[in-house]
């Protein structure tokens, strides 16, 4: 588990708080007033809310910005009792954010936080007001969902590296050494800026894995793809109706080596078929890093468009 106040040599210098409502002890970093509009920010594989560290700079100033992070990753506790299939991390988040009451909530999901905050909407779609993907799959029960996804691992060298290491008997190994193959497994999945590398940089996210038995986040994600463990959610009439109501917004790095931009926009598209939507050319599935300025400013134009529009709905 990273340390709790490591600032990462004040790359990282939020902080730290603690929510116990999922069962576990959760880290989440909130900034900005508490009177503030919510945004939460969900992460993905095998990131942590440091990858969030520039948007939520940016935004604290006028909202409340709020970044768990997910069991088994960054400071939060790796439980061993527990299983992290996707459902557990929908779970998890569904208690901590009614913990917390949050309601208003403009979600910001990456990589798997996208099913996670899809999953959060499906069952609450009373607490969200905004939906924001950057490079964050947005599956709500889409028909061509599970066309889309083998399509998408079939020409994915993550997902297709998951499906033989898994059948080998090497994953596990593998990702349990993910401390010290955090680059490689990042230039995997698509991390271009390679001027963001430094010590501290690969201390902020390899740390997190120093030893085996901090790594059953990142092996229960991977592991549970390659196996049919995770089940996304499914909502009813009602909340589908809801969600597609909403503002929306697509950021997506071109670059993506394990979410190609082909397969997963058209599943935001389907759901959101006026929204905005801006691929980065060049940039990687981890945009938030490749590109962390271009994203910030995208994502401070669209909150103040629907900030001030009167009807709630994103001015296009």
């Not at 969900?42 to 709020?66: C, K, M, N, Q």
């Not at 389907?270 to 801006?278: K, M, N, V, Y």
């Amino acid at each position: 588990m990273t340390p709790a106040n490591d600032t990462f040599d004040g790359t990282f210098p939020f902080a730290p708080r603690f929510s116990n409502a999922a069962g576990f002890r959760m880290h989440y970093v909130d900034e900005g007033p508490a009177s503030g509009k919510v945004i939460l920010c969900l992460h993905g594989e095998p990131t942590w809310s440091y990858l969030f560290r520039d948007l939520i700079a940016a935004l604290s100033g006028g909202y409340r910005v709020i970044a768990p992070d997910h069991m088994g990753f960054g400071k939060s506790e790796t439980p061993g009792d527990r299983t992290y299939w996707l459902r557990d991390h929908i779970d998890n988040i569904e208690k901590f954010v009614l913990a917390l009451d949050l309601n208003d909530i403009t979600l910001v999901m990456h990589d798997f936080g996208g099913p996670v905050g899809m999953g959060l909407a499906a069952r609450h779609p009373d607490r969200i007001h905004r939906i924001v993907s950057t490079n964050g799959p947005t599956p709500f029960g889409q028909a061509t969902l599970f066309d889309r996804l083998s399509a998408n691992a079939a020409a994915s060298p993550w997902f297709q590296w998951i499906v033989r290491a898994e059948s080998q008997g090497r994953l596990k190994p593998v990702l349990d050494e993910l401390g010290f193959n955090i680059l490689s497994t990042l230039k995997l999945n698509g991390f271009e800026n390679h001027t963001r590398i430094n010590d501290t940089w690969l201390r902020a996210y390899g740390s997190r894995f120093a030893v085996p038995a901090d790594s059953a986040g990142a092996i229960g994600w991977a592991q549970g793809f390659a196996i049919g463990a995770h089940r996304f959610e499914v909502p009813d009439a009602a909340a589908l109706d809801a969600i597609r109501s909403k503002p929306a917004l697509a950021i997506w790095g071109d670059a993506d080596r394990t979410l190609a931009a082909e397969h997963f926009l058209p599943l935001f598209n389907e759901l959101f078929p006026l929204a905005p939507i801006h691929r980065l050319t060049g940039i990687g599935h981890y945009s938030l890093e490749d590109a962390p300025q271009e994203i910030v400013d995208l994502i401070e134009a669209f909150l103040k468009a629907t900030d001030a529009s009167s009807d709630g709905v994103t001015a296009r």
